[in-house]
């Protein structure tokens, strides 16, 4: 009994089949894989599809090999049906090649910027490093007073200015449900768990501080004072290595796709 491909080997056959239904057959001089319905059916075709399943790491043997025969075979049966009925000179053929075909240029100019700009360990470690001392490795505790209305806000400034206790007026002002019955304490977070406007005035606080000026969010006007803060631990390099040279490639396919399309002279 012949061994049964697996899951991962029969979608990439499948995938790499399609990419190959509209090869062109060789000359009756080349060798050909087989013959279907009187049409030679080139190994070309068997060669092309072990190229791309390679690529995926997939390792090609001789169980492989046969599968990928059957597979260009089954495929050749229905081209030629659909041939037959004259499906290939449809509009809807013509619109789906074109679609593919662009498809495949823009894959393979985002494979071809990324094998000449690779991430090496480097760009790998001084990212990390940069996120260590960022502040997404940092974790704030804050407190604050959300009321409607600007006037209040400015109302309870000047309150605290002249020496009110924050956790007081907290207690009895603010809006927040779930801070304000704690003293509007929020406890320990990362700066993107906020909306930016509030974000932005918290990270620029040193502790002890509190905001000079009322902060506008979608919330309502707060009222910030940054208690403490903290260096989140992160992973050691060697766990997060992959995931983040990942994120630089992406990070780098997108920067050359923007620096493309704004210099791109369109009328």
Known sequence: MKQAF???AKSAIAVCAVALTGLV?????AQNLAIVNGKPVPTSRAAAMERQLAATGQAIDDNVRAQIKQEIINREILI???TARGL???QTYADQMEMARQSILIRALFADIEAKAPVDDAAIKAE???IANSPE????RASHILVATEAEAKDLTAKLAAGADFAALAKQHSKDPGSGAQGGDLNFAAANSYVPEFSKAMVALEVGQTT?????SQFGWHIIRLTDKRKR??????EVKDAIAKQLRENALTQAQDDLLKKAKVQ
């Open 212 to 216: 000079a000026a009322p902060v506008e």
């Open 233 to 238: 631990e992160l992973p050691p390099l060697a």
């Open 137 to 140: 490795a940092t974790e704030y």
């Open 6 to 8: 697996s899951k991962q």
């Open 80 to 82: 030629q049906a659909a």
């Open 88 to 90: 290939n000179k449809t």
């Open 25 to 29: 057959a060789l000359p009756a001089a």
């Open 128 to 130: 990390y490093d940069r």
